[in-house]
């Protein structure tokens, strides 16, 4: 199993800035590919980005490019994952999820919510206008 726990939510005015944090532990953490999601009040839960566990370039979905980064970092017995948001837009308010997969090929880092097996309890980030 592997634990995920979110930190760094809150209210935030338009262009301002968050981080969330990620904190994942557990079996597997050294082949875990991990992910944001988030999903606002009536809509589907949608991706944001992600990195796998072997590296590579990150991918993010076309409304946070070139706003947001992400970064992992690999400690003996967790495995941190960060969102850095800049310029928020009132439309970023959502519960934002950290998801794990310890099944995906390296170099792949999963872009739909059915590639993960573990999720966070989440953490809201709302932007005000």
């Known amino acids: 199993q592997v634990q995920l726990v979110e930190s760094g939510g809150g209210l935030v005015q338009a262009g301002g800035s968050l981080r969330l944090s990620c904190a994942a532990s557990?079996?597997?953490?050294?082949?875990?590919?991990m992910g944001w999601f988030r999903q606002s009040s009536g809509k589907e839960r949608e991706f944001v980005s992600a990195?796998?566990?072997?590296?590579?370039?990150?991918?993010?979905s076309d409304s946070v490019k070139g706003r947001f980064t992400v970064s992992r970092e690999n400690a003996k017995n967790t495995v941190y994952l960060y969102l850095q948001m800049n310029s928020l837009k009132p439309e970023d308010t959502a519960v934002y999820y950290c998801?794990?997969?310890?099944?995906?090929?390296?170099?792949?880092?999963?872009?739909?919510?059915?590639?993960?097996?573990?999720w966070g309890q989440g953490t809201q980030v709302i932007v005000s206008s």
């Open positions: 990195i796998s566990w072997s590296g590579g370039s990150p991918d993010f």
């Open positions: 557990g079996r597997n953490i050294n082949v875990l590919s």
């Open positions: 998801a794990a997969s310890d099944n995906l090929p390296p170099g792949i880092p999963g872009t739909t919510a059915v590639e993960y097996d573990y």
